[in-house]
Protein backbone atom coordinates (compact mmCIF):
# COMPACT_ATOMS: atom_id res chain seq x y z
CA UNK A 1 0.00 0.00 0.00
CA UNK A 2 3.15 2.15 1.04
CA UNK A 3 4.49 1.46 -2.34
CA UNK A 4 0.95 1.93 -4.23
CA UNK A 5 0.86 5.29 -2.95
CA UNK A 6 3.96 6.54 -3.87
CA UNK A 7 3.69 5.37 -7.32
CA UNK A 8 0.46 7.07 -7.94
CA UNK A 9 1.85 10.06 -6.50
CA UNK A 10 4.55 9.74 -9.27
CA UNK A 11 2.06 8.83 -11.89
CA UNK A 12 -0.01 11.63 -10.70
CA UNK A 13 3.14 14.27 -11.32
CA UNK A 14 4.25 12.57 -14.91
CA UNK A 15 0.34 12.80 -15.99
CA UNK A 16 0.33 16.33 -15.57
CA UNK A 17 3.65 17.52 -16.94
CA UNK A 18 3.09 15.27 -19.98
CA UNK A 19 -0.09 18.12 -20.13
CA UNK A 20 1.86 21.42 -19.85
CA UNK A 21 5.34 20.04 -21.68
CA UNK A 22 3.91 18.74 -24.96
CA UNK A 23 1.05 21.68 -24.94
CA UNK A 24 4.12 23.19 -26.46
CA UNK A 25 2.63 22.27 -30.54
CA UNK A 26 -0.46 24.06 -29.39
CA UNK A 27 0.84 26.97 -28.06
CA UNK A 28 3.67 27.51 -30.97
CA UNK A 29 0.25 26.90 -33.80
CA UNK A 30 -1.79 29.90 -31.21
CA UNK A 31 1.25 32.11 -30.31
CA UNK A 32 1.32 32.47 -34.36
CA UNK A 33 -2.08 33.11 -34.78
CA UNK A 34 -2.79 35.26 -31.10
CA UNK A 35 0.52 37.18 -30.97
CA UNK A 36 1.22 37.14 -34.47
CA UNK A 37 5.23 35.81 -34.07
CA UNK A 38 6.89 33.96 -36.84
CA UNK A 39 7.73 30.45 -36.73
CA UNK A 40 11.05 30.69 -35.81
CA UNK A 41 10.33 32.82 -32.80
CA UNK A 42 7.58 30.25 -32.19
CA UNK A 43 9.94 27.76 -32.22
CA UNK A 44 12.24 29.20 -29.69
CA UNK A 45 9.53 28.09 -26.77
CA UNK A 46 10.97 24.82 -26.82
CA UNK A 47 14.54 25.65 -26.43
CA UNK A 48 12.69 27.95 -23.06
CA UNK A 49 11.47 24.45 -22.19
CA UNK A 50 14.01 22.11 -22.77
CA UNK A 51 17.54 24.17 -22.00
CA UNK A 52 16.44 24.35 -18.39
CA UNK A 53 15.74 20.67 -18.45
CA UNK A 54 19.22 20.32 -19.71
CA UNK A 55 20.87 22.87 -17.46
CA UNK A 56 19.10 22.40 -14.13
CA UNK A 57 19.25 18.08 -14.70
CA UNK A 58 22.81 18.44 -14.89
CA UNK A 59 23.29 20.67 -12.12
CA UNK A 60 21.13 19.20 -9.45
CA UNK A 61 20.69 15.69 -10.41
CA UNK A 62 22.96 14.21 -7.75
CA UNK A 63 21.96 17.02 -5.34
CA UNK A 64 18.17 15.89 -5.03
CA UNK A 65 19.00 12.60 -2.97
CA UNK A 66 20.47 15.23 -0.39
CA UNK A 67 17.40 16.93 -0.24
CA UNK A 68 14.85 14.45 -0.46
CA UNK A 69 12.82 13.34 -3.43
CA UNK A 70 9.38 14.60 -1.67
CA UNK A 71 10.74 18.09 -1.26
CA UNK A 72 12.26 18.27 -4.65
CA UNK A 73 8.73 17.34 -6.16
CA UNK A 74 6.77 19.69 -3.72
CA UNK A 75 8.92 22.45 -4.60
CA UNK A 76 8.24 21.85 -8.52
CA UNK A 77 4.97 22.01 -8.25
CA UNK A 78 4.42 24.75 -6.29
CA UNK A 79 6.32 26.35 -9.11
CA UNK A 80 4.27 25.25 -11.59
CA UNK A 81 0.99 26.61 -9.87
CA UNK A 82 2.52 30.26 -9.30
CA UNK A 83 3.17 30.47 -13.21
CA UNK A 84 0.20 28.44 -14.48
CA UNK A 85 -2.14 31.78 -11.80
CA UNK A 86 0.72 34.36 -13.92
CA UNK A 87 0.28 33.13 -17.64
CA UNK A 88 -3.41 33.66 -18.24
CA UNK A 89 -3.27 37.01 -16.27
CA UNK A 90 -0.15 38.25 -17.73
CA UNK A 91 -1.09 37.29 -21.26
CA UNK A 92 1.82 37.89 -23.70
CA UNK A 93 3.98 35.73 -25.85
CA UNK A 94 7.21 36.63 -22.55
CA UNK A 95 4.46 34.66 -20.18
CA UNK A 96 4.72 31.53 -22.14
CA UNK A 97 8.53 31.74 -22.19
CA UNK A 98 8.47 32.50 -18.53
CA UNK A 99 5.86 29.55 -18.13
CA UNK A 100 8.04 26.70 -20.13
CA UNK A 101 11.30 27.89 -18.54
CA UNK A 102 9.97 27.13 -14.85
CA UNK A 103 7.97 24.00 -16.28
CA UNK A 104 10.80 23.13 -17.70
CA UNK A 105 13.33 23.52 -14.40
CA UNK A 106 10.34 21.66 -12.72
CA UNK A 107 10.00 18.98 -15.08
CA UNK A 108 13.93 18.29 -14.45
CA UNK A 109 13.47 17.61 -10.81
CA UNK A 110 10.47 15.33 -11.14
CA UNK A 111 11.80 13.19 -13.43
CA UNK A 112 15.26 12.56 -11.62
CA UNK A 113 13.21 12.05 -8.42
CA UNK A 114 10.38 9.85 -10.18
CA UNK A 115 13.12 7.39 -12.07
CA UNK A 116 15.16 7.61 -8.87
CA UNK A 117 12.14 6.13 -7.08
CA UNK A 118 11.44 3.53 -9.76
CA UNK A 119 14.17 1.89 -8.80
CA UNK A 120 13.54 2.29 -4.69
CA UNK A 121 9.98 0.92 -5.35
CA UNK A 122 11.08 -2.15 -7.58
CA UNK A 123 13.65 -5.27 -6.83
CA UNK A 124 14.16 -6.68 -9.98
CA UNK A 125 15.14 -5.36 -13.70
CA UNK A 126 11.85 -7.15 -15.06
CA UNK A 127 10.06 -5.44 -12.39
CA UNK A 128 11.98 -1.96 -13.00
CA UNK A 129 11.41 -2.03 -16.80
CA UNK A 130 7.82 -2.55 -16.23
CA UNK A 131 7.46 -0.17 -13.92
CA UNK A 132 9.08 2.63 -16.14
CA UNK A 133 6.90 1.54 -18.94
CA UNK A 134 3.63 1.94 -17.35
CA UNK A 135 4.97 5.59 -15.78
CA UNK A 136 5.49 6.86 -19.21
CA UNK A 137 2.83 4.76 -20.77
CA UNK A 138 1.05 6.97 -18.17
CA UNK A 139 2.90 10.65 -19.49
CA UNK A 140 1.84 9.41 -23.28
CA UNK A 141 -1.94 9.52 -21.84
CA UNK A 142 -1.17 12.50 -20.33
CA UNK A 143 -0.11 14.33 -23.67
CA UNK A 144 -3.08 12.71 -25.11
CA UNK A 145 -5.17 14.36 -22.76
CA UNK A 146 -3.37 17.67 -22.86
CA UNK A 147 -4.39 18.27 -27.00
CA UNK A 148 -8.57 17.88 -26.19
CA UNK A 149 -8.10 19.93 -23.09
CA UNK A 150 -6.24 22.67 -24.89
CA UNK A 151 -8.99 22.41 -27.80
CA UNK A 152 -11.79 22.94 -25.36
CA UNK A 153 -10.37 25.97 -24.78
CA UNK A 154 -9.74 26.85 -28.34
CA UNK A 155 -12.45 29.27 -30.33
CA UNK A 156 -12.62 30.56 -34.09
CA UNK A 157 -11.51 34.25 -33.12
CA UNK A 158 -7.96 32.85 -34.12
CA UNK A 159 -6.74 36.14 -32.29
CA UNK A 160 -8.24 36.04 -29.16
CA UNK A 161 -5.94 35.28 -25.63
CA UNK A 162 -8.96 33.32 -24.19
CA UNK A 163 -7.55 30.42 -24.58
CA UNK A 164 -4.58 30.68 -22.02
CA UNK A 165 -7.89 30.44 -19.24
CA UNK A 166 -6.38 26.72 -19.82
CA UNK A 167 -3.80 27.67 -17.29
CA UNK A 168 -6.28 28.12 -14.18
CA UNK A 169 -7.34 24.60 -14.79
CA UNK A 170 -3.63 23.41 -15.08
CA UNK A 171 -3.49 25.29 -11.64
CA UNK A 172 -6.19 23.53 -10.03
CA UNK A 173 -4.76 20.09 -11.62
CA UNK A 174 -1.30 21.12 -9.83
CA UNK A 175 -2.94 21.87 -6.12
CA UNK A 176 -4.59 18.54 -6.77
CA UNK A 177 -0.96 16.66 -7.53
CA UNK A 178 0.47 18.44 -4.59
CA UNK A 179 -1.45 16.97 -2.18
CA UNK A 180 -1.09 13.49 -3.21
CA UNK A 181 2.59 13.79 -3.09
CA UNK A 182 2.29 15.36 0.22
CA UNK A 183 0.15 12.48 1.51
CA UNK A 184 2.68 10.01 -0.21
CA UNK A 185 5.05 8.22 2.40
CA UNK A 186 8.34 9.35 -0.03
CA UNK A 187 11.55 8.37 2.12
CA UNK A 188 14.51 10.49 2.35
CA UNK A 189 17.13 7.91 0.65
CA UNK A 190 20.10 6.87 2.78
CA UNK A 191 23.63 8.51 1.61
CA UNK A 192 27.16 6.98 2.97
CA UNK A 193 29.22 9.61 5.05
CA UNK A 194 31.19 9.65 1.98
CA UNK A 195 29.12 11.11 -0.53
CA UNK A 196 29.23 15.07 -0.63
CA UNK A 197 27.64 17.08 -3.49
CA UNK A 198 31.06 17.94 -5.21
CA UNK A 199 31.81 13.63 -5.49
CA UNK A 200 28.26 13.23 -6.44
CA UNK A 201 28.58 15.63 -9.26
CA UNK A 202 31.70 14.09 -10.41
CA UNK A 203 30.66 10.99 -10.19
CA UNK A 204 27.87 11.48 -12.75
CA UNK A 205 30.26 13.42 -15.07
CA UNK A 206 32.24 9.92 -14.71
CA UNK A 207 29.42 8.40 -15.91
CA UNK A 208 29.72 10.23 -19.30
CA UNK A 209 33.41 8.23 -19.99
CA UNK A 210 31.60 4.66 -19.95
CA UNK A 211 31.24 3.44 -23.42
CA UNK A 212 27.88 2.32 -22.62
CA UNK A 213 26.66 5.63 -21.48
CA UNK A 214 28.21 7.38 -24.51
CA UNK A 215 26.08 5.32 -26.91
CA UNK A 216 23.30 5.49 -24.77
CA UNK A 217 23.12 9.26 -24.53
CA UNK A 218 23.85 9.23 -28.42
CA UNK A 219 20.75 7.01 -28.83
CA UNK A 220 18.44 9.11 -26.15
CA UNK A 221 19.11 12.50 -27.97
CA UNK A 222 18.45 11.68 -31.30
CA UNK A 223 14.98 9.84 -30.29
CA UNK A 224 13.70 12.63 -28.69
CA UNK A 225 15.35 14.59 -31.70
CA UNK A 226 12.64 12.61 -34.04
CA UNK A 227 9.75 12.53 -31.08
CA UNK A 228 9.39 16.24 -30.34
CA UNK A 229 10.25 17.56 -34.35
CA UNK A 230 7.60 15.70 -35.32
CA UNK A 231 5.39 16.03 -32.32
CA UNK A 232 5.84 19.37 -31.46
CA UNK A 233 5.39 20.49 -35.13
CA UNK A 234 2.18 18.42 -36.04
CA UNK A 235 -0.51 20.75 -35.25
CA UNK A 236 1.21 23.79 -37.56
CA UNK A 237 1.67 21.28 -40.22
CA UNK A 238 -1.36 19.85 -39.86
CA UNK A 239 -2.88 23.69 -39.85
CA UNK A 240 -0.60 24.87 -43.09
CA UNK A 241 0.36 21.76 -44.76
CA UNK A 242 -3.13 20.30 -44.98
CA UNK A 243 -5.13 23.36 -44.52
CA UNK A 244 -7.42 22.07 -41.70
CA UNK A 245 -8.94 24.28 -38.58
CA UNK A 246 -6.73 25.32 -35.81
CA UNK A 247 -9.50 23.39 -33.54
CA UNK A 248 -9.14 20.17 -35.88
CA UNK A 249 -5.28 20.00 -36.14
CA UNK A 250 -5.48 19.89 -32.33
CA UNK A 251 -7.74 17.28 -32.29
CA UNK A 252 -5.82 15.14 -34.79
CA UNK A 253 -2.60 15.61 -33.61
CA UNK A 254 -3.84 13.86 -30.21
CA UNK A 255 -3.35 10.20 -32.49
CA UNK A 256 0.43 10.75 -32.25
CA UNK A 257 0.36 10.98 -28.44
CA UNK A 258 -2.72 8.17 -28.61
CA UNK A 259 0.34 5.81 -30.85
CA UNK A 260 2.63 6.81 -28.66
CA UNK A 261 0.87 5.60 -25.45
CA UNK A 262 -0.78 2.58 -27.21
CA UNK A 263 2.85 1.92 -28.42
CA UNK A 264 4.20 1.55 -25.24
CA UNK A 265 1.76 -0.58 -23.54
CA UNK A 266 1.45 -3.05 -26.18
CA UNK A 267 5.42 -3.14 -26.18
CA UNK A 268 5.66 -4.18 -22.38
CA UNK A 269 3.87 -7.46 -23.63
CA UNK A 270 5.77 -7.95 -26.88
CA UNK A 271 8.98 -7.35 -25.74
CA UNK A 272 8.44 -10.81 -23.24
CA UNK A 273 8.34 -12.88 -26.21
CA UNK A 274 10.73 -10.85 -28.71
CA UNK A 275 14.39 -9.54 -28.33
CA UNK A 276 14.45 -6.09 -27.47
CA UNK A 277 16.84 -5.18 -30.14
CA UNK A 278 15.14 -7.31 -33.22
CA UNK A 279 12.02 -5.52 -32.09
CA UNK A 280 13.40 -1.85 -32.21
CA UNK A 281 14.78 -2.34 -35.60
CA UNK A 282 11.56 -3.26 -37.06
CA UNK A 283 10.10 -0.68 -35.64
CA UNK A 284 12.93 2.00 -37.17
CA UNK A 285 12.06 0.46 -40.40
CA UNK A 286 8.46 1.31 -39.83
CA UNK A 287 8.75 4.47 -39.42
CA UNK A 288 10.57 5.30 -42.11
CA UNK A 289 8.55 3.34 -44.49
CA UNK A 290 5.48 5.45 -42.98
CA UNK A 291 7.36 8.67 -43.52
CA UNK A 292 8.08 7.79 -47.55
CA UNK A 293 4.29 6.47 -47.85
CA UNK A 294 2.76 9.51 -46.58
CA UNK A 295 4.46 12.61 -46.92
CA UNK A 296 3.46 12.46 -50.75
CA UNK A 297 -0.02 12.54 -50.08
CA UNK A 298 -0.34 16.16 -48.45
CA UNK A 299 0.71 17.36 -52.10
CA UNK A 300 -2.71 18.33 -54.03
CA UNK A 301 -5.19 17.97 -51.94
CA UNK A 302 -9.00 18.79 -52.97
CA UNK A 303 -9.54 22.49 -51.97
CA UNK A 304 -12.99 20.96 -49.78
CA UNK A 305 -13.51 22.76 -46.83
CA UNK A 306 -12.64 20.55 -43.57
CA UNK A 307 -15.00 21.14 -40.84
CA UNK A 308 -14.44 18.57 -38.42
CA UNK A 309 -11.90 15.29 -37.95
CA UNK A 310 -14.38 12.91 -39.69
CA UNK A 311 -13.36 14.46 -43.11
CA UNK A 312 -9.90 15.39 -43.07
CA UNK A 313 -7.74 14.14 -45.47
CA UNK A 314 -5.78 10.56 -44.94
CA UNK A 315 -3.00 11.55 -44.52
CA UNK A 316 -3.94 13.53 -41.37
CA UNK A 317 -4.81 10.06 -40.00
CA UNK A 318 -1.37 8.29 -41.36
CA UNK A 319 1.41 10.36 -39.90
CA UNK A 320 0.35 10.49 -36.62
CA UNK A 321 0.56 6.86 -36.76
CA UNK A 322 4.19 6.88 -36.51
CA UNK A 323 3.97 7.43 -32.40
CA UNK A 324 3.21 3.65 -32.46
CA UNK A 325 6.57 2.73 -33.86
CA UNK A 326 8.87 5.33 -32.31
CA UNK A 327 7.06 4.13 -28.87
CA UNK A 328 8.98 1.38 -27.66
CA UNK A 329 12.34 2.86 -28.36
CA UNK A 330 13.12 5.63 -25.51
CA UNK A 331 11.48 3.14 -22.35
CA UNK A 332 13.67 0.49 -23.05
CA UNK A 333 16.88 1.85 -23.86
CA UNK A 334 16.57 3.92 -20.60
CA UNK A 335 15.50 0.61 -18.77
CA UNK A 336 18.57 -1.28 -19.92
CA UNK A 337 20.89 1.63 -19.21
CA UNK A 338 19.59 2.12 -15.44
CA UNK A 339 19.20 -1.62 -14.85
CA UNK A 340 22.57 -2.05 -15.43
CA UNK A 341 24.00 0.70 -13.12
CA UNK A 342 23.66 0.29 -9.22
CA UNK A 343 20.66 1.85 -7.64
CA UNK A 344 22.45 4.37 -5.49
CA UNK A 345 24.00 5.90 -9.65
CA UNK A 346 20.42 5.84 -10.73
CA UNK A 347 19.58 9.52 -10.09
CA UNK A 348 22.56 11.08 -11.73
CA UNK A 349 22.30 8.77 -14.79
CA UNK A 350 18.64 10.00 -14.90
CA UNK A 351 20.15 13.19 -14.99
CA UNK A 352 22.31 12.71 -17.51
CA UNK A 353 19.34 11.12 -19.62
CA UNK A 354 17.02 14.52 -18.93
CA UNK A 355 20.11 16.49 -19.97
CA UNK A 356 20.45 15.01 -23.53
CA UNK A 357 16.87 14.11 -24.10
CA UNK A 358 16.01 18.01 -23.67
CA UNK A 359 18.55 18.98 -26.15
CA UNK A 360 17.39 16.76 -28.31
CA UNK A 361 13.86 17.82 -28.10
CA UNK A 362 15.21 21.40 -28.72
CA UNK A 363 17.47 20.84 -31.55
CA UNK A 364 14.86 18.48 -33.39
CA UNK A 365 12.46 21.64 -32.84
CA UNK A 366 14.69 24.46 -33.75
CA UNK A 367 15.41 22.09 -37.40
CA UNK A 368 11.85 21.40 -37.94
CA UNK A 369 10.87 24.79 -37.34
CA UNK A 370 13.53 26.35 -39.36
CA UNK A 371 13.14 23.90 -42.20
CA UNK A 372 9.33 24.75 -41.89
CA UNK A 373 9.33 27.83 -42.51
CA UNK A 374 12.44 28.10 -45.11
CA UNK A 375 11.04 25.24 -47.28
CA UNK A 376 8.16 23.42 -46.74
CA UNK A 377 6.29 21.29 -43.81
CA UNK A 378 6.93 18.23 -46.59
CA UNK A 379 10.87 18.99 -46.18
CA UNK A 380 10.51 19.17 -42.11
CA UNK A 381 9.35 15.93 -42.24
CA UNK A 382 11.62 14.21 -44.40
CA UNK A 383 14.26 15.32 -42.30
CA UNK A 384 13.16 12.86 -39.62
CA UNK A 385 14.98 10.00 -41.90
CA UNK A 386 18.10 11.21 -41.25
CA UNK A 387 18.32 10.69 -37.05
CA UNK A 388 16.34 7.37 -38.01
CA UNK A 389 18.90 6.25 -39.66
CA UNK A 390 21.67 6.94 -37.16
CA UNK A 391 19.91 5.66 -34.45
CA UNK A 392 19.81 1.90 -36.39
CA UNK A 393 23.53 2.60 -35.93
CA UNK A 394 23.76 3.13 -31.96
CA UNK A 395 21.49 0.60 -31.25
CA UNK A 396 23.68 -1.67 -32.40
CA UNK A 397 26.56 -0.30 -30.56
CA UNK A 398 24.18 0.04 -27.77
CA UNK A 399 23.35 -3.92 -27.90
CA UNK A 400 27.21 -5.13 -28.29
CA UNK A 401 28.17 -2.36 -25.60
CA UNK A 402 25.44 -4.02 -23.20
CA UNK A 403 26.39 -7.38 -23.47
CA UNK A 404 29.89 -6.74 -23.07
CA UNK A 405 28.92 -4.99 -19.45
CA UNK A 406 26.67 -7.77 -18.73
CA UNK A 407 29.67 -10.30 -19.29
CA UNK A 408 31.89 -8.42 -17.08
CA UNK A 409 29.11 -8.32 -14.50
CA UNK A 410 28.46 -12.03 -14.70
CA UNK A 411 32.48 -12.64 -14.10
Known amino acids: MQNMRIILAMAASYFLFAILLNSVGTVILQAINT ?5 AQAASLEGFKDIPI ?3 SFLVASFIPRIGYKIALLGALSLVIIMCLITPAAGSFWALKALFAAVGCSFAIVKVSVYALIGQVTDSAKSHSSLLNTIEGVFMVGVLSGYWVFAAFLSEDVSSNNWLNVYFLLAG ?3 LTLLLVSSAKIEKPQLSENHSPKNDFIDMLRLTY ?11 FLYVLIEQGV ?16 DVSVQLSSIFAASLALGRLLAGQILKKVDWYVFLNVCLVGMAALVILTLPMTKNLPNEPVTSIFNAPLAAYLMPLIGLLM ?20 AAMTGLIVVFSALGGTTGSLITGFVFEYMSGQHAFYMSLIPMGVITLTLFLFKKRAQQVACSSAV
Open 54 to 56: AIV
Open 231 to 246: GTWLPTFNNQVLNLPV
Open 327 to 346: APIYPVINSIMLSSLEKHRH
Open 210 to 220: QPLVLVFVISA
Open 173 to 175: LSI
Open 35 to 39: FGVTK
